[in-house]
Structures are given as C-alpha cells and as structure tokens.
C-alpha cells in the first residue's frame, strides 16, 4: 500500500485553533481528505465543534478574518508606539533639553571625580557672574572692577573659561567654586540664547544643590519682571534682585547693596 493513499486517524490529538496556529490549520484543511475522523476530532478550545465542521467553509473564513483582525490590531499598536516614540522622544528632549544636558554632565563629572558631593563654606570666589557677550564692558570694566576694588573676588566667564573647553562644564565648575551666581540682565541679556542656556543649567544646578539662594539678579534698561526668563522667574521667590540706578548719584548705594549681598552670611 501507498503511503501517499494512507488515511491517518489523529483522534485523541492535542489540536491547537488559535490564531497562532493558522498556517499549520489551513495546510490540514487542504488535506483533511488524508484523515478519516476529523469529525470525531475536537480543538483542545473549541469543544463543542469538530474539526470537520470546524474546517467549514463559512466557520473557518470567519476563523481567518478574526486572526487577520488580530494581527492588523497588533501591526497597528506597534506602528502606532513607532511613530509616538519618534515624534515625541525629539520633542521631550528639546523640551528638557537642559535636564538631560545636566545629567550627563553630572554623570560625566562624577566618572572623573571632579565635582564636589559636599559644599563647604569656603569658596573661591564670592561671586560667579553670567552676562551677555554684548555687555562685556559693562560687565568686565565697571561690575568687575567696582567690586574688585571693594576687595571682593569675582570669577567671570571671559577670564575664568579656558578656550578649547566645555563652556557649561567650566561654568557649573566657576559656579560651585563661588558664594553667589549674579545675573546682569539687560536687553541684550533677554535676546541672547545662550545666555537663556545659562540661566536654565544653572538655576537647575543651583535647585540640584539647594542653593537656590544663591542667586543674585541685577535689573537694568527698566525690564518689568513678567519680561524675566521663565527660569529666573520659577524661583523669583528665593532670590535677591537689584534694580541698576538711571542717577549717578545712588551708584554708591547701588554698590553697597550688591556688595552687602555678596558677603558671607547674606
């Protein structure tokens, strides 16, 4: 006898009418003329039903359409997360752009061992202060040199920063090693990106550290404080700001305030 005549009876077998058997299950309907009791042959989840009148024709195109619907349903949730996870991943990374920057740096400094744990109350500086490079004479030859004068020492970014260097690596390290963070925020300051950059990584830094109240603002051109950086005005709250005077004649008040606010103990 053929073995290609055979009839194989599989009563009694496990069989499987899950969608994730539908290859093996059509190749059976094509061939259950090879089988003589699949009517008497049951699905291990569809009881009630045999093979046979399982492999029926209107039975098992809805059988194929519910699985086609499944697998469409699965295709769909995962192109759906594809296409979620690329529009958003760019958007919560610019959106959060200064964490992320600051994590890394933290991650970074601490592999190298070069940012404290701890904070003392011994600093370098009594003050590290941001402007923008449009004030660079307002900052260098008159803040500068004012309270250098009064015996104060002040790090800035143009004589302190290393070219060749990381400009935020060098300003969270100028930042840890001073009392104070000063601000001079000026028109130039608000239009400057770099300086919004600033302001961000270090108002993080100083929350990070809880030094919140460190921070020191200086106010000219007349800027309203809803003009404010979004950053300096979440901890408006816990900082000292200083308005810049129109008349000569308060500049030395000007001076004693911001030098009495430098001072430890302020």
Known sequence: MSLSKAT???????????CTHVSSLKWLRENQDKFGDLNETYCIDIKEMSISNFFQEASFVQFE??????????ASSIMLFLVITVVLVPVVIKRYRV???YIILRLRSRWRGVMRTMYSQSFQ?????????????LACNTFYQVLRNRGLKISLPDKDFIPGLSKVEQMLQCIDDSRKVV?????KFLENGWSSYNVQMVVTHAFHNKR???IIVIIKDDIPIERMPRDLKFVWWSIINIRWPHCEENMEFFWDEITAALLPNT
């Open 8 to 18: 194989l009876f599989i009563k009694g077998n496990p069989i499987n009418c899950e």
């Open 65 to 74: 359409l519910r699985c086609q619907t499944k697998e469409w349903l699965i």
């Open 99 to 101: 964490h992320v920057d």
């Open 125 to 137: 500086f009594d003050a590290f202060v941001s402007y923008a490079e449009e004030d660079y004479q």
């Open 183 to 187: 601000f001079i925020v000026t028109e």
């Open 212 to 214: 919140e109240r460190s």
